[in-house]
Each structure stands twice: as structure tokens, then as C-alpha cells.
């Protein structure tokens, strides 16, 4: 198997996290017609709203891509769980997913075009990125769990 299959394979388990309904519901559908008023309810008071999980996975995307570029141990500088924004308007909330979406295709390209050995070596190379590929299909799951929870109880 050469470098560029490797990186093919990546790809494809990278689609599977957060993309392809055969292995979990598609972001896409999990966020849309999600409105801000929606994104920000939450369960109770020691829950997370969709809001917060979006900006979660937004910030730990990024941080795995400058883990991959630098080698080095970094935490996202918001935080692991981002605060919502003071403006909780729909243009907000189509901001955090624009991030969020942003974030992916981030990811997408330091896998494309990032130096083999930086993808796969150490310290936070393929282990941490297939980490964090769980890490979105996990937090997707628990949108769409939370929609379903909405319908039922008519909220």
C-alpha cells in the first residue's frame, strides 16, 4: 500500500465521521433546518445545546489541524467547550456552522496535502486524527438524539 492510498483510505474514514449515512446520520440533516432558538435549548442545566456541540467539534477541528502542522500539544484558545456568543440571532448560528463546515474542509485539505510523515508520525499524527474522527460521529449522534427527543415532547 503506498503513502497516497493511505491518505485515500484516510479520506474515506474522515467521510464516514460526519458525511455518509451508512454509518452515521449526516451532519447536513442532523443541523439542518435547525433554527439559532433550537441550537441554544438545552436538556438542562448540565447539558449541552446543539449551539455548543457545533462550536465543540469546530474548535477540536481546528486543533487537530495545527496539532498536525506544529507536532506540538495544543488546546483550542476557547476553550474545549467554546461560550455561545453574546448575539444569539440566526445569522450567529449560520456563522458557527459556517465555522463548523469550515473546519471539515480544514481537515479535508492538511490530510490531502500535508507531508506523509506529519500525518502519520508522532505525537499527534493518524491516532489522534481517527480519534477525532469518533469524536465528530459521537457529538453528530448526540444532535440527532436531541432533535428526536425535541419531536417527541413537541419542542
Known amino acids: 500500500m503506498t503513502d497516497e492510498d493511505i491518505r485515500k483510505d484516510v479520506l474515506v474514514a474522515f467521510e464516514y465521521c460526519y458525511l455518509h449515512d451508512d454509518w452515521v446520520n449526516p451532519l447536513g440533516e442532523a443541523l439542518d433546518g435547525l433554527t439559532a432558538q433550537q441550537a441554544v435549548q438545552r436538556c438542562g442545566p448540565e447539558t449541552k445545546g446543539v449551539w455548543e456541540i457545533v462550536l ?18 495544543a488546546r483550542p484558545l476557547e ?69 428526536e427527543c425535541w419531536e417527541m415532547v413537541g419542542g
Request: net charge negative; aromatic share 10%; hydrophobic share 40%.
Open 56 to 73: 465543540h467539534l469546530a474548535v477540536w477541528n481546528e486543533n487537530i489541524v495545527e496539532r498536525i502542522l506544529t507536532g506540538e500539544r
Open 79 to 147: 476553550g474545549a467547550w467554546p461560550p455561545l456568543p453574546e448575539d444569539s440571532s440566526e445569522h450567529a448560528w449560520e456563522g458557527a456552522k459556517k465555522r463548523l463546515w469550515d473546519s471539515l474542509a480544514l481537515v479535508r485539505s492538511t490530510v490531502e496535502s500535508v507531508p506523509f510523515e506529519k500525518l502519520t508520525g508522532p505525537p499527534y499524527g493518524l491516532p489522534d486524527l481517527f480519534c477525532r474522527f469518533t469524536h465528530m460521529a459521537y457529538h453528530i449522534g448526540q444532535i440527532t438524539k436531541l432533535r
